[in-house]
């Protein structure tokens, strides 16, 4: 995604990876400090130079509009509703919560005026600020804050969220602005829980999630609220002159629906376009020279991402862990890096970030080994009858398709490599891309795919429950590969029940093994995110949260302003 006020959740990537450098920290960290994060680079590939930096010796005006491309358009404004990077990025502009993480990744109030952890961590108390208000002048509460818990923790929210709020043994609301909750035991996510959106009660109280016109017409309390959603064209949203932080600087925030990044980046150099995510061709050869130095500003920082191939574990070709472990031999991760990133990213073995305290670096990856791919699958029964021809099994051969969206030119390009790989050692594989909202909802929810060629954008915090753990296989559960191992459950049980990151990382690296072992997926790379950004813009401060953690107070100057769009 482009940019994120903070993401609170796992969430599909459906374009380049432009993400924040660190998404979310464990608030036991914060002690202690959380990972040391990956530099923001400027385009020399050093350090921001003062350049490059704010003007802060210049007073932020207001008012312009700023143009972003999607791939995609959101599925659902509801946010605890829908896993699409689409939705999560305009929807984090809508809503506030609780607590939120500043820019060093520390975690602050927001819409609480403070909070206290006691017991241990078993009991937290919140006192809300008294000046906030929905746009539709309503008073926000305490009462939406335990709305929202209880709509989180009904059996019958299609949310994949609902993890976190069920940890909570009691929920006490003590005053129309205050409230607390109490945990069985210590729970790692107990903060990090409150950095979830708010949802209106007067709004949502007697309504049908799953048919409602909020989805559409969403009733937030943030910085920006919904102007104009035209299908499949663009999504507009405007200042709220009530934010209780402050009206943003910026008027007009415009997503336009651009589903190919050629066309975005042609967009872009004909001024249509203010901010994209570059391909990493177009970062390395396209925006060179003095013209893009002084017109634009680029960045490049390890994204809070990975990239996967997903297999379908209840395909029969995919049930036997020893094939996929096969395939893993077959699959060259340096090849794809260098021919589908141009060498911007870093290869991964599992879930986490591969800068993160939970990475496990002792685990050695499976070599790329077409030849031991092959014995492999000849031993459990898959041959090839001569040297060039397929690989076959009982009379039929060993034939996949991948499917992946359309408009990301590396998940294209990686299908491609893959497609190359697998065919060396007699493996016939297809690719289908398919546009993004008809390929969440129509194929990946709905778990009809052998391989998809994917990416999670991922929290800080190493709790993979959500993704990982076997309750969530059962629709709308991100675990729509189907995995399920018992001692996996475990330690995830067991990992977001400890504090102390010394006491979770075994439990992780053990996590970790088990993945590695299983291959639900082949784990693939980690992508640089390479956002670039017209210099009309100024505001701009690279932190470890990334670049857009302050996005309600980036500015543009009066003559660069515009009162047009691109359609």
């Known amino acids: 995604m482009h940019f994120q006020q903070q993401s609170k959740h796992f969430s599909r990537l459906g374009r380049n990876f432009t993400l924040p450098m660190v998404l979310l920290c464990l608030f036991a960290l914060l002690a202690v400090g959380c990972d040391s994060p990956t530099s923001v680079e400027s385009p020399s590939g050093g350090p921001a130079t003062p350049a490059q930096a704010p003007l802060k010796d210049v007073k932020p005006e207001q008012g312009g509009r700023i143009t972003m491309a999607t791939l995609g358009e959101p599925s659902n404004l509801i946010s605890v509703l829908s896993t699409d990077s689409a939705s999560h990025e305009v929807a984090s502009l809508i809503y506030v919560s609780p607590l939120r993480y500043d820019k060093n990744i520390t975690i602050e109030p927001y819409a609480a005026e403070s909070f206290q952890v006691l017991d241990g961590g078993r ?64 729970f790692a996510r107990a903060v990090s829980t409150w950095a979830q959106d708010i949802l209106p009660k007067h709004a949502l109280e007697n309504e049908d999630l799953t048919n409602t016109k909020y989805s559409r ?53 004909a001024g249509n376009l203010d901010y994209i995510g570059l391909t990493p061709p177009q970062y390395l050869f396209l925006t060179s020279g003095k013209q893009w130095e002084r017109d634009f500003r680029k960045y490049k920082y390890l994204a809070s991402s990975y990239a996967y191939l997903a297999y379908n574990l209840e395909h029969p070709l995919f049930k036997d862990k020893a094939v996929r472990q096969a395939l ?128 999670w954008s ?80 100024h505001g701009v401060e690279p932190a470890p949260a990334g670049i857009s953690w302050n996005f309600v107070r980036w500015w543009i100057p009066t003559s660069q302003q515009r009162n047009t769009y691109a359609k």
């Not at 009733?219 to 064209?233: R, T």
């Not at 969440?440 to 709905?446: R, S």
């Open 123 to 186: 009991h937290l108390t919140f006192k809300m600020r008294e000046d906030i208000r929905w746009f539709d002048g309503t008073p926000l509460t305490a009462e939406d804050v335990e709305f929202t818990y209880k709509v989180m923790v009904n059996p019958n929210t299609p949310t994949a969220y609902a993890g976190d709020f069920m940890a909570i043994k009691e929920f006490r609301l003590t005053g129309k602005f205050t409230f607390e909750v109490f945990y069985e035991k210590p």
């Open 217 to 269: 017409q969403p009733m937030g309390a943030g910085p920006y609220k919904l102007k104009q959603w035209v299908e499949n064209q663009r999504v507009i949203l405007e200042a709220n002159p009530d934010y209780f932080e402050g009206r943003p600087n910026i008027d007009e925030v415009v997503y336009r629906i651009v589903p190919d990044q050629t066309t975005q980046f042609m967009e872009l150099k």
């Open 328 to 455: 893993a031999h077959a699959i060259g991760k340096e090849e794809i890096i260098k021919g589908a990133l141009m060498g911007l990213g870093v290869p991964t073995i599992g879930h986490y970030k591969p800068d993160s305290w939970a990475y496990n670096h002792a685990i050695a990856d499976y070599e790329y080994d077409p030849a031991k791919a092959q014995m492999l699958l000849a031993r459990l029964g898959w041959k090839r009858e001569s040297p060039t021809g397929p690989l076959m099994k009982d009379g039929k051969p060993f034939a996949f398709s991948i499917i992946t969206n359309q408009g990301n030119e590396q998940r294209i390009k990686a299908c491609a490599i893959i497609q190359a790989q697998m065919a060396r050692i007699g493996i016939q594989v297809k690719v289908r891309t398919i546009e993004w909202a008809t390929f969440i909802k129509e194929f990946v929810d709905q778990r009809r795919y052998e391989t998809v060629l994917l990416a």
């Open 458 to 537: 991922i929290p800080q915090d190493p709790d993979a429950f959500d993704v990982w753990h076997s309750s969530k296989i059962a629709k709308p559960g991100l675990n729509f590969v189907g995995y399920a191992n018992p001692e996996a459950d475990a330690l995830l049980e067991q990992g977001r029940n400890l504090v102390d990151p010394a006491s979770r990382k075994p439990i992780y690296d053990r996590f970790q093994e088990i993945l590695h072992e299983d291959q639900p997926y082949c784990f693939l790379y980690t992508p640089y995110a390479l956002p670039i950004l017209t210099e009309r813009v």
